[in-house]
């Protein structure tokens, strides 16, 4: 079942001289429960075609298709809805608040959307982030890959559609990095979440399903490696 459709997706920046096509008419679609590793270059639009897949950043045109629901159709309230409870994402650098602990942090998306916390669910994540005995502690009282298990249990709590992370090894040492992408991958068979990972790290897009390459902006090479 198709979870996500891009259609003709073009993203410019600034004008004349200065313009910047980040990305040029990309499309592409992705199945319930798929692991889509992106890859290219920096500067290749990788991170600019996240954000707008997550309702972050607006295409200049073109059409994103999340669940059947045409993504830019929405108002600026029904898109903050739409990025508490059908996206989840993990960031390389965390982005998590500071003053608040490690529980806090991780039903931050579900206390904002006036909703009560599923705490069955709660204590599953905690299990399996291996963040138990941690709920306490502040981000500055954890190591980076604990921080990047909390960014994960932030973006699974709501339990979204799509699970989009930006180069979610890029600040961790090898052992970490192989930590956190078996983390992604058992929300990916558990809860079969869909899951596009951005990654610079070969290691990581071959253990994807599919691994779609772009370079300046357009899809250059789109290929399922494991069914």
């Known amino acids: 079942?198709?979870?996500?459709?891009?259609?003709?997706?073009?993203?410019?920046?600034?004008?004349?001289?200065?313009?910047?096509?980040?990305?040029?008419?990309?499309?592409?679609?992705?199945?319930?429960?798929?692991?889509?590793?992106?890859?290219?270059?920096?500067?290749?639009?990788?991170?600019?075609?996240?954000?707008?897949?997550?309702?972050?950043?607006?295409?200049?045109?073109?059409?994103?298709?999340?669940?059947?629901?045409?993504?830019?159709?929405?108002?600026?309230?029904?898109?903050?809805?739409?990025?508490?409870?059908?996206?989840?994402?993990?960031?390389?650098f965390y982005n998590l608040i500071p003053v608040l602990n490690v529980t806090e942090n991780i039903t931050l998306p579900v206390l904002m959307d006036g909703r009560q916390v599923n705490e069955a669910r709660l204590n599953e994540l905690l299990d399996i982030l291996k963040l138990r005995g941690r709920e306490s502690h502040l981000p500055n009282e954890l190591s980076g890959g604990q921080q990047q298990r909390v960014s994960i249990g932030r973006a699974l709590m709501n339990a979204p559609a799509v699970v989009l992370a930006d180069e979610p090894t890029g600040n961790l040492d090898s052992k970490n990095s192989q930590e956190i992408v078996e983390l992604l991958k058992v929300s990916n068979q558990k809860y079969n979440q869909t899951l596009i990972v951005i990654t610079h790290d070969e290691n990581v897009a071959l253990q994807a399903d599919r691994i779609i390459a772009i370079e300046d902006g357009k899809i250059k090479r789109d290929e399922v490696i494991r069914k």
Not at 14 to 42: C, H, M, R, T, Y
Not at 85 to 90: D, E, T
């Open 1 to 92: 079942m198709e979870i996500l459709k891009v259609e003709n997706l073009t993203k410019i920046y600034g004008k004349g001289e200065n313009q910047v096509n980040a990305l040029d008419n990309v499309s592409f679609s992705v199945e319930k429960g798929e692991f889509v590793a992106i890859i290219g270059p920096s500067g290749s639009g990788k991170s600019t075609l996240l954000h707008i897949l997550g309702g972050v950043d607006k295409p200049t045109s073109g059409k994103v298709w999340m669940d059947g629901n045409d993504v830019y159709a929405q108002n600026d309230e029904q898109l903050a809805i739409f990025r508490r409870r059908q996206v989840g994402l993990i960031y390389q």
